[in-house]
């Protein structure tokens, strides 16, 4: 079975504070994702890595930054947390080629910025 | 980027067949359609994937025409378990970075 595992279910920051969101998936995919989800916006692709130290920005970048320094790890970085950056945030792996959009999606975690 | 639209919600009875479908007419050539499943606090779930006319597996079909503008989840005798939110992903599935997910559908099962 796929696992993927984010490192909070919940976590509470102040704005300004420096936020770290670490996902780790165990089936070798080469692909990672990072989204948000909010009421009425579906799901939004914030960034995307295809490979080792290897990122696209997705749909809504701003104000984000990522780092996959290990197959297995893709981290989401808040450089400077602000209110507007309450959220879901899912991340979400698969294995590159024809297996793209076979996404295994971790629990999430749900920020909340005071 | 493809655009996709899906209905807002629908409703349904246990036992029922049902039918969400998903618009996409800009879909490119190299592109598929994709179909996940997301109860509330968990993450999507991934159901189905089809390039053209019919797939099925033991949860769902999906259906796609000729031309590609469109696609519908089919659910077969759904169950109170069923009531979920759905969602369409439509791109390339080698560049997924470049894929875009519909708003969901959110399927409520009466019973």
């Known amino acids: 079975d796929v696992k993927v595992t984010q490192s909070s279910r919940y976590l509470v920051k102040r704005t300004g504070e420096k936020v770290f969101l670490e996902c780790v998936q165990d089936?070798?995919?080469?692909?990672m994702f990072w989204y948000r989800q909010d009421p009425g916006l579906g799901l939004r692709l914030i960034y995307f890595?295809?490979?080792?130290?290897?990122?696209e920005k997705g749909d809504i970048p701003e104000g984000y930054s990522v780092s996959r320094e290990k197959k297995e790890r893709f981290s989401l970085i808040l450089e400077s947390a602000s209110t507007n950056q309450t959220s879901m945030y899912l991340c979400a792996s698969s294995f590159g080629g024809q297996g793209g959009h076979e996404q295994y999606f971790g629990p999430g975690t749900r920020l909340t910025v005071t | 980027l493809a655009k996709t639209t899906q209905p807002i919600s629908m409703d349904s009875y246990e036992g029922q067949e049902v039918n969400i479908t998903c618009s996409h007419n800009n879909i490119a050539t190299n592109d598929y359609i994709t179909w996940y499943q997301q109860f509330p606090s968990q993450g999507p779930r991934f159901i189905i994937q089809?390039?053209?006319t019919k797939v099925t597996n033991e949860v769902a079909s999906l259906f796609i025409p000729a031309d590609r503008k469109s696609s519908t989840l089919s659910l077969p005798r759904v169950s109170l378990s069923d009531t979920a939110v759905y969602y369409c992903?439509?791109?390339?599935?080698?560049?997924?970075?470049?894929?875009?997910f519909g708003d969901g559908t959110t399927l409520t099962v009466k019973p």
């Open positions: 089936m070798d995919h080469e692909n």
């Open positions: 992903l439509v791109g390339d599935v080698t560049n997924a970075g470049k894929s875009t």
């Open positions: 089809g390039y053209k």
């Open positions: 890595s295809y490979d080792v130290k290897m990122k």
